[in-house]
């Protein structure tokens, strides 16, 4: 069954250090791999994708993601995380050709001050 | 502003109700989707329409329905057939047919509750 994975239910950080939020895909052929945030009550908002190219996809609000194929992994990655960057963040493959997203259960990111 | 809206935010219904949900969006968007997600779980996907007067099943259908007369709009049905339909609902659309695998617009969500 094709699946994505976000191991952390949770990831704590302190602000200023930088952080990793993981994801880990099972999808047969070459996958289109996205991030989203969402803050509390609200709506998904987009922040990078990987379609094809470079394997380090660089997104909004300062956050980066690198695609490794051999590991089928697209961890999302901030060199200096803020208060302001917590929040319930997703990821989600599409395969080629599918208008349908597969979701990850989604990691809370907690910055703590 | 170009965008998708949901309203309304907040709804609440009484056992055996019929509901709607809207979702409206002016982003010239082909395919629209509409999910569910519950505390502590990933979006699950209801339905979804890539083009106007056609839409599909997606993961957890049962209890609801769904219209696609209008390239703009989506329309939510929550059935009485739905047993536990308290939930936060998504809607969301992408470019679609002329552009696949484009990343998704997201509603601000309604959250339905049962009384």
């Known amino acids: 069954a094709q699946s994505v994975a976000q191991p952390e239910d949770q990831v704590n950080v302190a602000e200023g250090n930088p952080l990793t939020v993981k994801c880990t895909y099972s999808?047969?052929?070459?996958?289109?791999l996205f991030w989203y945030v969402q803050y509390p009550n609200r709506g998904l908002q987009f922040l990078l994708k990987?379609?094809?190219?470079d394997n380090l996809v660089k997104g909004s609000y300062g956050f980066e993601a690198e695609f490794n194929k051999s590991q089928t992994s697209f961890h999302l990655k901030k060199p200096s995380a803020l208060v302001s960057d917590s929040a319930l963040y997703f990821c989600a493959v599409s395969l080629r050709g599918n208008y349908q997203l597969i979701w990850g259960a989604g990691t809370k990111l907690i910055i703590k001050p | 502003d170009g965008g998708i809206t949901q309203s309304p935010k907040y709804l609440f219904r009484k056992e055996g109700q019929n509901v709607t949900l809207s979702c409206e969006q002016n982003?010239?968007?082909?395919?629209m989707y509409w999910y569910r997600q519950d505390p502590g779980q990933g979006l699950r996907l209801i339905y979804y329409s890539q083009i106007v007067n056609d839409f599909q099943k997606g993961d957890i259908a049962e209890g609801y329905s769904v219209s696609r007369e209008k390239k703009e709009s989506f329309p939510l049905t929550v059935t009485s057939a739905q047993k536990n339909p308290t939930a936060f609902y998504l809607c969301?659309?992408?470019?679609?047919?002329?552009?696949?695998?484009?990343?998704?617009?997201f509603g601000q969500g309604t959250r339905l509750t049962v009384v």
């Open positions: 982003l010239n968007h082909d395919a």
């Open positions: 990987y379609i094809t190219g």
């Open positions: 999808v047969s052929g070459n996958p289109y």
């Open positions: 969301a659309s992408s470019i679609g047919s002329r552009g696949r695998n484009t990343e998704a617009f």
